[in-house]
């Protein structure tokens, strides 16, 4: 059994786990593959329904067993095992679910017989009940009661954020106020500088950023078992966290290893502010600059679904 060593670990998540030291990290972010069909570049992303959630048991009983008794898991879930995934952590495993959040965002496929889908499910738990890290500092946000109504009321530090988190807040202005918990985090679109362009599922750093200050403190350790772009390392490193995580593809896992040597603590956080009034548009790129549509990955939250 090794200790803990910051960085990407190029390999299989379960295997890597079950390496690490028991109740040794703080906190877990997991994005695994949704088991969609996503093109991942070594992943097979088309597993029989049983297969998948055997295998979700066992990395997530891995989780359970790194983290500290203190410890919190989020785990980023299409709607596809979101229900299943969050009984079978909970009543299976062992987790104390807290918070079922919404991240909504926009640019979603368009579908021309459904509703179209613009969710990911953000599922928050902790071991114990009790003992957990959660900073509400810094996650305020300005109320509906401070920015529309301009009411005196307002608690000037402005309040907790809902449990949904919203992208298109100019479509629902007063449906999904940024004091709500809806998460006012816009997808990490093609055009966007915070695009690195090489994985369709890069995560917004604004997400993770909102997930790693309430649930860990500097210097606490991060995993991320499925590190894919490497969001969550680079988040985690420049709020002052020690983080490391597993990633499979060895061109993915090259690539998170250089936008992580090019991260250090106290670096901004990309995405701008969170909430929608202060959400930075994305500049129009052209062709050939440097914030131009380079990337072509698509993103896993585009995929095909019956139309
Ligand atoms: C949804 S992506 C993660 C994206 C990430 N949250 C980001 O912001 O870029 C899932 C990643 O898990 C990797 N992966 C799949 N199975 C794995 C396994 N068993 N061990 C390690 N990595 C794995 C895939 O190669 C893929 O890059």
Redesign the pocket.
């Known amino acids: 059994m090794g200790g803990l060593k910051e960085g990407v670990h190029l ?4 295997a ?1 786990l079950k390496g690490l030291p028991e109740a040794s990290l703080d906190l877990a ?1 997991a ?4 088991n969609i069909g ?1 093109d ?4 097979d992303d088309r597993r029989d329904d049983t297969a998948y959630l055997n ?1 979700c048991k066992e ?1 997530i009983g891995q989780i359970y067993r790194v983290l500290k008794p203190n410890g919190s898991f989020w785990l ?1 879930i299409g709607d596809e095992y979101a229900a299943e995934l969050k009984v079978m952590a909970h009543r299976e495993i062992g987790f104390i679910p807290r918070n079922w959040v919404i991240w909504y965002y926009t640019f979603g496929v368009h579908c021309k017989n459904k509703f179209t889908r613009s969710h990911v499910h953000l599922l928050y738990f902790v071991k114990d009940k009790m003992d957990f890290t959660f900073h509400k500092e810094g996650l305020h946000v300005p109320s509906a009661r401070q920015l529309i109504y301009n009411d005196k009321r307002a608690n000037p530090l402005g309040r907790m954020p809902d449990d949904t988190w919203i992208l298109r807040p100019q479509d629902v202005p007063e449906g999904f106020s940024g004091d709500s918990d809806t998460w006012n985090i816009s997808r990490v679109c093609g055009t966007f500088k915070e695009r690195a362009g090489w ?1 369709g ?3 917004p750093e604004r997400v ?1 950023s909102r997930i790693i200050e309430a649930s860990s403190s500097p210097g606490d350790w991060v995993i ?9 390392l680079a988040v985690a490193r420049k709020l002052g966290r020690q983080t490391l995580g ?4 060895e061109e ?1 896992a090259a690539r ?1 290893r250089e936008r992580l040597a090019m991260t250090k603590p106290g670096d901004s956080l990309e995405g701008g502010q969170e909430t929608p009034w202060a959400q930075p548009k994305p500049k129009k790129a052209s062709a050939g600059s440097p914030q131009g549509p380079k990337r072509t990955a698509k993103s ?1 939250l585009d995929q095909p679904e019956s139309v």
Do not use: I, N
């Open positions: 390999g299989d998540c379960l890597g972010f994005d695994p593959p949704f996503y991942y570049d070594t992943y295998w990395w980023a994985h599922c890069q995560m993770l991320d078992p499925f590190v894919g772009s490497g969001t969550t597993f990633e499979m593809s993915y998170a896993k």
